[in-house]
């Protein structure tokens, strides 16, 4: 059959940005280095990112419990996302929630407003489950968004005959376990014994709380202060899916490779795991996501995802070919502008003993104490990628990686818009990718200030 629609051709140059806190225009900016890279954004046939809070207007939606930032995008700045080449947002995160239904339903009808396609958060878990879907000349591509950092109560709940959805995010459930050594496994045992842990347990058991909530201990297994313990001969940490949310995700998967052309899966994650999640002396030093995220990643591949992308580090992290396909563990930050947020609610400010008269600006000095802790005093969050895959007869033949620079050291009022890399910056960065790569068997060269991997 004589091919006719472009999109047969089975090509297609889909890039990926990572964490998108927007507070502030684009489109006003004319450096060089920030104008080079939106061309570069604007050249690819679908450009992704995840959209990292909610977009609201001050009266939708209300406050809720968090202790990071209260992040909200005005709804007049989509047009700037639009105008950077942005056309699909993963909505699945942990600051989704950060203005609770309200703000999560908000930033749906902004968002279908603004014609910007979306996956990851809904008015329930079916929705917030289900593909989005945006339309290129080389093709349809299928975006399934989750997030393995959240709350409980930022879960969307499941619809029923007598009873309506919650809305929320598609969550993904993981456990950890730490397996420690008998010295320190039996302290653990007489500890929950003592402090009376163990009938606390044993009494809730019986009350209304299902195997589920509490499961019963295995042999050589002890649940202290809700985390779990292994005894072994020595120390480490291993995580596993929850597998209902593996299960439905997958399934969600299934439909866009049936319903799309491209399929990618986006995951938003805070857990780290390896031996840098024991010994990193700061969350920019931390190097790979708990190995419950490799089997995701997998598992999305094997179900007929075309890219797997991670974000939610706020620092890029390796690169994985698995069955020639890519899995990006983190893509870090693409807009860190969470500093210019236009206001927080009370709570935020009495966490550092603010009076009601406090400001903003009052209030990101406190929690950075003026810029000496935090994203501020580190330069690895503001180092970040975008990453290229590119696709010739339906599969992926060339990754690219452009390395951006967020400001580091530059005043608040500056610095969290990205720009391409220059010299040593881009060295540093692809250097890491690199170095980061390598881990998974992946060889990345670096030319003329750019990553390629050659599959």
Known sequence: ?????????????????????????????????????????????CLFANLEGS??????????????????TPPQYLDDLKWLGIDIVSCANNHAFDYGEGGVMATIRHLDGAGIAHSGSGQNLA????????????????????????????????????VIGRPGINPFGHKTTYTVDPDSFNTLQYLNEKLGFEKATARDRRHFFSERDIPNAEKNEVNF??????????????????????????????????????????????????????????????????????????????????????????????????????????????IFQNETVPFFPDEAYRRFDLPPEATPADFLDARTEGDTKGHPASPGFWENIIVFCRFKNKKPFEILI??????????????????????????????????????????????????????
């Open 55 to 72: 977009v609201r207007t001050w009266k939708e939606g209300s406050p809720g419990i968090t202790q990071g930032t209260y992040m909200t």
């Open 225 to 334: 202060l809700n985390q779990t313990f292994l005894k072994g001969n020595n120390f480490s940490i291993k995580s596993k899916c929850d597998e209902t949310d593996v299960l439905e995700n997958l399934r969600a998967i299934r439909e866009a490779r049936r319903m799309a052309d491209w399929v990618i899966v986006s995951f938003h994650s805070h857990e780290f795991g390896g031996r840098s999640a024991m010994t990193a002396g700061s969350r920019a030093e931390l190097e790979e996501l708990g190995e419950f995220a490799t089997d995701f990643a997998h598992r999305s591949i094997d179900e007929g995802a075309d890219i797997f992308v991670g974000h939610g580090a706020h620092t890029p992290l390796g690169i994985e070919i698995y069955k020639g396909k890519p899995i990006l563990y983190s893509v870090g930050n693409f």
């Open 1 to 45: 059959m004589a091919k006719v629609y472009e999109s047969e051709t089975g090509k297609i140059n889909i890039a990926l940005a990572g964490d998108t806190m927007l507070t502030r225009k684009m489109s006003v900016f004319r450096e060089k280095p920030f104008l080079e890279l939106v061309e570069i954004l604007r050249g690819a046939d």
């Open 127 to 162: 929705e917030a489950r289900s593909p989005g879907y945006v339309d290129t000349p080389n093709g349809r591509v299928g975006l399934v968004a989750t997030t393995a950092t959240y709350k409980e109560w930022n879960r969307a709940g499941a619809q029923r005959a007598d």
């Open 402 to 455: 452009y390395p951006i620079d967020q400001g580091f050291g530059r005043p608040r009022a500056q610095r969290g818009r990205p720009v391409l890399a220059q010299k040593e910056i881009s060295k540093k960065i692809l250097e890491r990718m690199k170095r980061l790569s390598e881990r998974y068997g992946t060889k990345l060269t670096i030319e003329k200030n750019i990553g390629r991997i050659s599959l």
